[in-house]
């Protein structure tokens, strides 16, 4: 986007544009009045025939705390994962693999984590059940009978949680990793067996200061992934 364009200027697109995934939170604490204001505001999300398929677990303080040293307890004694769905593909293949790999490499280059460095890289992904130090931590549930239609509404309720919380000038840091352990979640948080964990959201104000939140994934150009159809004349003149 054009800087000078007005749009640049839309409080709206600003909080998207500036939404990145945190890896180093402050303590400060977060209101309850702020986190009922971003769902309220997330719950505007669309769904099929307004069925409203998302739930979700807000932990803090002692709670918060409790399911973290379990959640870290399993990783650092490797504990085999248990998700109960499939998130990335069974089989990478190209431009996926490469984005992947540019992320993931990047930002261990940022933190000084070499390829060679497998227990720096093992305590880099036990961040993420410290939650990033985050104060605040919601989870994301849905039935399990549900289809894929209920999974792309839940995507556009998380996706709201993300801008809202930017809106307040918060920061969030959505994890697919929360969804690993999922007995050990149930446990603490009493989600029943019909109940689908599908990820947990860090939540907090950005450490402007730690090392991590200097990485910024990059993006593909609009060209590459956007197809324009318009009427033959135009598409001839083009």
Request: hydrophobic share 40%; no cysteine; proline share 4%.
């Given at each position: 986007m054009n800087s000078r364009d007005p749009l640049f200027e839309n409080e709206t697109l600003q909080a998207i544009l500036t939404r990145k995934s945190v890896r180093g939170f402050l303590p400060d604490p977060i209101s309850k009045e702020a986190i009922r204001t971003i769902l309220h505001a997330a719950a505007r999300a669309p769904s099929g025939s307004n069925i409203q398929p998302w739930k979700i677990h807000v932990v803090s303080g002692a709670a918060?705390?409790?399911?973290?040293?379990?959640?870290?307890?399993?990783?650092?004694?490797?504990?085999?994962?248990?998700?109960?769905?499939?998130y990335y593909p069974v089989k990478w293949r190209e431009p996926y693999l490469a984005r992947r790999r540019e992320t993931g490499w990047s930002l261990y280059n940022t933190l000084g984590i070499t390829r060679e460095d497998k227990a720096g890289m093992k305590r880099q992904h036990g961040r993420n059940f410290?939650?990033?130090?985050?104060?605040?931590?919601?989870?994301?549930?849905?039935?399990?009978?549900?289809?894929?239609?209920?999974?792309?509404?839940t995507g556009m309720f998380i996706q709201n949680i993300l801008i809202a919380a930017r809106s307040l000038g918060l920061h969030t840091c959505p994890q697919a990793a929360l969804s690993n352990y999922p007995q050990i979640i149930r446990s603490h948080l009493h989600i029943p067996d019909d109940q689908i964990i599908a990820c947990g959201i860090s939540l907090g104000y950005e450490d402007t200061g730690h090392p991590a939140n200097q990485f910024r994934t990059s993006r593909i150009e609009v060209d590459e992934f956007a197809v324009f159809h318009a009427d033959a004349q135009e598409n001839s003149s083009s």
């Open positions: 918060r705390d409790a399911l973290s040293q379990d959640l870290l307890h399993a990783h650092d004694s490797g504990v085999p994962e248990q998700r109960e769905y499939q410290v939650f990033f130090d985050a104060p605040v931590v919601l989870f994301i549930t849905l039935d399990n009978d549900l289809e894929t239609g209920s999974w792309m509404d």
